[in-house]
Structure formats: C-alpha cells, structure tokens
C-alpha cells in the first residue's frame, strides 16, 4: 500500500525514500512554513509534497470571505516556492464543526477552491468525518483526519491520516494512507506533478486476500510474496473499500514478507 507523511517540522527526503514513502504533506505558510531547501531536498530524492495550508485550526468559521483571503496567501506561497499548476492546496478544518458552524466551514472551502482553481491549482480539504461526508462536491482530494474521525472512515477520500505516529530521518510524522484506486493525490516536486507509483488497488499490484490457512494477507505479485494483516490492518482495509480476493494457489509457495503495516 502507498503510504505517506505529514509533519509541522522539515522533511529528511533521503530518509522518506529510503523508508519507502513517497510524499510529505507540509505547511505553506506559518511558523513551520516549508522552505525552498525541502522543496530541493524532495525533488532531488524523487520525494512529493502535499501542501498543507492552515491559517488556525478554525479559520474555517471565517467562511466567504476568509476563503478568499487564505485562497490568495497560499496560491502566493505556493507560487513562491514554484509549486506547478495541477497540484493541490489542501485547506485545514482542524476541529469537528458543530451543526450550526457547518455552514460556515463549507462557505469558507467553496471560496477557497473556486480561487485556487482560477488560479491553475486544484483544490483540497482536510478535515475530520463530517467535513469530509460534505465537501465531496466542492473539492478535488479529500484527506480524512484521524483525530477528528471518531473511528468512522468515509469512502472515497484519497488520503487517510492514522493515529499511529512514526519517526522518519529523527522527524516525527503523522502517517496516511493513499485511499484504494487513487492514481493522484496532489503530490509535487520541482519537476512537476508526482503521481501515486501505483493504483494500489489493482489486483496485479496487490491483492488482499486469505492464505489457504486462513490468515489475512496482503499479496504482492511482483515480489511473489504476501504480508499478513493484523485485525485493525485489515478492518481498515476494508472500511476503506478493499475488497477480498478468493484464495491464491500458492505453487510456487509465496514468501512471507513480514508483517504488514503501511
């Protein structure tokens, strides 16, 4: 499965690589702002970044008219740090909206998507299970919170954030899944837009499936060997719309890879 970082602290893209993640969400703007050297680093390791663009957690219940005041900060940052057309800015709501701030929250993405698409970029949110249930229409990546998700994963989202933390190069990351099928998730580099090196879903790519003893498995054809999966792997698996595939003969035996995480 693709897996990617997100961290408020500089990315170490030699060590992403290294440990097999392809991308590393980070702030455009703020005091954990991305810097032109990160943006060198990824490009030179093959590494993509996902900006993020948080102006506070609730900016959001600004609506209208903050929409278009964080649309044009962040399409001025991002064209600072030559980010190119056709990748994401993924605007935060980072807190779980009440009813009555729901509203608000969605006027606040609406303008922000309407300007950084005028302006060559496509759109995104981050947020948790109610944002992302109604934004679905209103942006182009959706990328499910796992604080603010209350352990309900929507279908659909092309990046999912887990609880779980992990430390890559001494930087501590937030770790997300790249949603099942997901060919592009907003990702760049200085030499244009980063795809997802796989459509994870494809049964050629990776196939979720039961050993003939039962156990739950990632198989991964080309390396002719499966992962087994822990039960909150595999519930996640499927509540994230993977599916099983009938049991694989196992002639020649497929080689265990180890236990499968991300």
């Not at 602290?9 to 590393?24: F, M, Q, R, S, T």
């Not at 099942?180 to 998730?185: A, D, E, I, K």
Request: charged share 15%; net charge negative; aromatic share 8%.
């Amino acid at each position: 499965m693709i897996s990617v970082l997100d961290s408020a602290h500089p990315l170490n893209a030699k060590a992403d690589k290294h440990a097999g993640y392809e991308a590393h969400g980070r702030y455009l703007l703020g005091a954990y702002a991305l810097a032109a050297k990160e943006v060198q680093d990824a490009t030179d390791h093959g590494v993509g970044i996902v900006s993020l663009c948080e102006k506070g957690p609730q900016a959001a219940l600004g609506g209208t008219t903050q929409g278009h005041l964080d649309a044009h900060a962040y399409v001025t940052q991002a064209e600072r740090m030559r980010q190119p057309s056709g990748s994401v800015l993924i605007a935060t709501v980072d807190f779980d909206p009440t009813p009555a701030q729901l509203g608000s929250v969605l006027r606040y993405l609406e303008a922000f998507s309407a300007d950084v698409r005028a302006c060559g970029f496509i759109s995104g949110a981050y947020g948790g299970t109610t944002v992302m249930q109604e934004v679905a229409d209103h942006v182009d990546i959706r990328m499910q919170a796992a604080g603010w998700s209350n352990g309900i994963t929507v279908p659909g989202c092309h990046l999912y954030q887990q609880l779980a933390q992990v430390v890559v190069g001494g930087v501590s990351c937030d770790l997300d899944l790249v949603g099942p099928g997901v060919s592009y998730y907003g990702a760049w580099n200085l030499h244009g837009l980063v795809p997802s090196p796989t459509t994870s879903s494809t049964e050629d790519e990776m196939i979720l499936t039961h050993l003939h003893d039962g156990q739950a498995v990632v198989v991964f054809p080309a390396e002719s060997g499966y992962r087994p999966l822990g039960p909150e792997m595999q519930a996640w698996l499927l509540s994230a719309g993977y599916q099983f595939k009938p049991p694989l003969p196992q002639n020649p035996p497929l080689k265990n890879l180890g236990p499968f995480s991300a």
